[in-house]
């Protein structure tokens, strides 16, 4: 398996579009994470699926963010309006149950 | 409430020293702990896990890592240490009563001089 993908792997887009981020699990994961990481705030979970339902997206900054799985090989985290301090790296993780998540190279996007 | 916990931001060590990561967790149930590693511009990777069995685990690039239950630490370790092993380190602990919900600690920036 070629391990979790993200697209895109750089973002630069203006303050008030929408971004669009996404991920590509592992075949056959039924967890799937989605993550960002900033220099300030660290790691944060922003919201998890378990076999393609919502879990928990308590993370979630704000209604600007959403996050979708539609299916089991696909998950989209959406942003919009996008704004700076949105910028960061985003990561999605996924897993086979309880055990280790393997995390994608992520997305760095910035907003200007 | 559950979380993870690493009291340093920054370990120093020389080429060939031990070294050791610190970590201590708070869950309601039994812990499955996991460590990751994240080079520069780099996802994190798993390094090893806890899961139940023995208290020393060890997992890939010769880290290891010791479950103390009455500590509720799960430090990690390496006999020598090389500078190719500088980069961040991170703890993390899923909970398995709060639905499998994964926390990372702050991570720990390791540094390793020759």
């Known amino acids: 398996d070629a391990g979790v993908i993200q697209s895109p792997r750089h973002e630069v887009t203006e303050m008030g579009q929408e971004v669009t981020l996404r991920c590509k699990p592992i075949?056959?994961?039924?967890?799937l994470f989605w993550y960002r990481q900033t220099m300030m705030r660290g790691l944060e979970l922003l919201i998890y699926?378990?076999?393609?339902?919502?879990?928990?997206d308590s993370g979630m900054p704000e209604d600007r963010f959403s996050a979708k799985m539609p299916n089991a090989s696909f998950s989209t985290l959406k942003i919009q309006p996008s704004e700076p301090r949105d910028s960061a790296v985003y990561f999605c993780?996924?897993?086979?149950?309880?055990?280790?998540?393997?995390f994608g190279q992520g997305t760095r996007l910035t907003v200007v | 409430a559950q979380s993870v916990a690493q009291p340093e931001d920054q370990v120093n060590v020389a080429e060939g020293n031990p070294l050791t990561v610190k970590c201590t967790y708070s869950?309601?149930?039994?812990?499955?702990l996991f460590w990751y590693v994240q080079y520069p511009n780099r996802g994190l990777q798993f390094l090893l896990k806890y899961i139940t069995g023995d208290n020393l685990v060890k997992g890939s690039y010769g880290f290891e890592a010791e479950f103390n239950k009455s500590q509720t630490s799960f430090h990690l370790k390496k006999p020598s240490a090389l500078v190719s092993d500088s980069a961040l380190y991170f703890c993390?602990?899923?909970?398995?009563?709060?639905?499998?919900?994964?926390?990372f600690g702050s991570g720990t920036k390791l540094n390793v001089k020759p």
């Open positions: 869950v309601s149930g039994n812990p499955y």
């Open positions: 075949s056959g994961h039924d967890y």
């Open positions: 699926f378990n076999n393609n339902v919502p879990i928990d």
């Open positions: 993390a602990v899923r909970d398995m009563i709060n639905f499998n919900k994964f926390y």
């Open positions: 993780a996924s897993s086979f149950k309880f055990t280790e998540a393997f």
